[in-house]
């Protein structure tokens, strides 16, 4: 197994579309199409966010990530992870992987997240607003919960209004996700 990036663009949207599918699930509504089409339009296009894999010899990835700039370009916030099989180990070994090569930024809503994060190489945490808590890998430059920046984002609302108003769009959209999930490999 080794930790790779996608190559090709189709190659990276069937790992987004798959990733956000495993998120999201099948009875989320738009929500899987929204995150697709807005990393893939907004993201990617800026450069703002990077696709990781834990990938097998075949290159089948048994875990995905998307890492996303923060505002100051310093570091890098785990947006989303999962494994396509359900193995937390994979998922476990990529953001391990990730962290100690990355200026990793991730954020735990409970101790059992907190728990998984820390198995995964993230030993700084911060507390957040809300009950959050914030990890910081070794290679994140903040020193203090004051110096973490936001991720970079794309407008959902924005996104859900040109759906409404462009069925073009909104159908195009749509085609490239499912195309996208049917080509993922495995």
């Given at each position: 197994?080794?930790?790779?990036?996608p190559?090709r663009?189709e190659?990276?949207?069937?790992?987004l579309?798959?990733l956000?599918?495993?998120?999201?699930?099948?009875?989320?509504?738009?929500?899987p199409?929204v995150?697709?089409s807005?990393?893939?339009?907004?993201?990617?296009?800026?450069?703002?966010?990077?696709?990781?894999?834990?990938v097998d010899?075949?290159?089948?990835?048994?875990?995905?990530?998307?890492?996303?700039?923060?505002?100051?370009?310093?570091?890098?916030v785990?947006?989303?992870?999962?494994?396509?099989?359900?193995?937390?180990?994979?998922?476990?070994?990529?953001?391990?992987e990730?962290?100690?090569?990355?200026?990793?930024?991730?954020?735990?809503?409970?101790?059992?997240?907190e728990?998984f994060?820390?198995?995964?190489?993230i030993?700084r945490?911060?507390?957040?607003p809300?009950?959050r808590?914030?990890?910081?890998a070794?290679g994140?430059?903040a020193?203090?919960i004051?110096d973490?920046?936001?991720?970079l984002d794309?407008?959902e609302?924005?996104i859900?209004r040109?759906?409404?108003?462009d069925p073009?769009?909104?159908?195009q959209e749509k085609?490239?996700f499912?195309?996208?999930?049917?080509a993922f490999?495995?």
């Amino acid at each position: 197994m080794k930790v790779m990036t996608p190559e090709r663009d189709e190659q990276r949207d069937a790992w987004l579309a798959r990733l956000c599918a495993d998120i999201y699930g099948r009875e989320a509504g738009l929500t899987p199409l929204v995150t697709f089409s807005g990393a893939r339009q907004v993201l990617f296009a800026h450069e703002a966010a990077r696709l990781w894999g834990l990938v097998d010899d075949q290159e089948r990835p048994g875990a995905l990530a998307l890492l996303v700039l923060d505002e100051s370009g310093a570091g890098m916030v785990l947006e989303l992870s999962a494994s396509p099989s359900g193995d937390r180990e994979s998922e476990r070994r990529l953001i391990r992987e990730l962290a100690l090569k990355a200026p990793l930024r991730v954020e735990a809503g409970d101790q059992d997240a907190e728990a998984f994060y820390r198995r995964c190489g993230i030993t700084r945490w911060f507390a957040a607003p809300g009950g959050r808590r914030i990890g910081l890998a070794q290679g994140h430059p903040a020193q203090a919960i004051s110096d973490v920046e936001p991720a970079l984002d794309f407008d959902e609302a924005a996104i859900l209004r040109r759906f409404k108003h462009d069925p073009r769009f909104f159908e195009q959209e749509k085609g490239l996700f499912v195309a996208a999930l049917a080509a993922f490999p495995g």
